[in-house]
T-cell receptor, first 114, second 117 residues
Framework: GNSVTQMEGPVTLSEEAFLTINCTYTATGYPSLFWYVQYPGEGLQLLLKATKADDKGSNKGFEATYRKETTSFHLEKGSVQVSDSAVYFCALTDGSFGNEKLTFGTGTRLTIIP | NAGVTQTPKFRVLKTGQSMTLLCAQDMNHEYMYWYRQDPGMGLRLIHY???????AKGEVPDGYNVSRLKKQNFLLGLESAAPSQTSVYFC????????????????FGPGTRLTVL
């Protein structure tokens, strides 16, 4: 079955530090990959996505590249801000038509210290 | 647009009580989903619907029922609540093209925090 494994948290960084949150996956077919973010007290919202190998998703200074050879989709940001404090979820859909269900990782809590 | 809304925001139940969680979306989305979020386990799909009048089981459907009588609403019911159902429940919806929602963004509601004593 499909699964997503992401970096255990919590992660605490100083403002302007470089961020990497690791994500690897197992899936049948040709999955699409997503990063969702959950700010305190809110629902999840899409941060970025990539639908095929070597695609790079980017948004708000965050980037992630779909690496089929290493089955990875690591999230990076060059200089984090306090406002980036949130829980980040890696997720996938397995790419088969009629099956749009998301499989989520366990989430990584990120705290940025001023 | 309000997006995806959920009611109630918080609820405390006693074991054996029943309740219904309501999800509403104003984006004319075909697909709707119910998830539960538990510490250390991410989000798990309970039930989902690909259109008005249709429902299907997700990863953890036991103890829950759903109905999609109107396109904009998706109800999640607990007939006899158990402490194991203490969780945060999220509803989501997504757009579909020709009946398929492949790769489409899911829009989430703010969640309902349920405690079963």
């Amino acid at each position: 079955g499909n699964s997503v494994t992401q970096m255990e948290g919590p992660v605490t960084l100083s403002e302007e530090a470089f961020l990497t949150i690791n994500c690897t996956y197992t899936a049948t077919g040709y999955p699409s990959l997503f990063w969702y973010v959950q700010y305190p007290g809110e629902g999840l919202q899409l941060l970025l996505k990539a639908t095929k190998a070597d695609d790079k998703g980017s948004n708000k200074g965050f980037e992630a590249t779909y690496r089929k050879e290493t089955t990875s989709f690591h999230l990076e940001k060059g200089s984090v801000q306090v406002s980036d404090s949130a829980v980040y979820f890696c997720a996938l859909t397995d790419g088969s038509f009629g099956n749009e269900k998301l499989t989520f990782g366990t989430g990584t809590r990120l705290t940025i210290i001023p | 647009n309000a997006g995806v809304t959920q009611t109630p925001k918080f609820r405390v139940l006693k074991t054996g009580q029943s309740m219904t969680l309501l999800c509403a979306q104003d984006m004319n989305h075909e697909y709707m989903y119910w998830y539960r979020q538990d510490p250390g386990m991410g989000l798990r799909l309970i039930h989902y619907s690909v259109g008005e009048g249709t429902t299907a089981k997700g990863e953890v459907p036991d103890g829950y029922n759903v109905s999609r009588l109107k396109k904009q609403n998706f109800l999640l019911g607990l007939e006899s609540a158990a402490p194991s159902q203490t969780s945060v429940y999220f509803c989501a919806s997504s757009y579909s093209f020709k009946g398929l929602a492949l790769n489409n963004e899911q829009f989430f509601g703010p969640g309902t925090r349920l405690t079963v004593l």
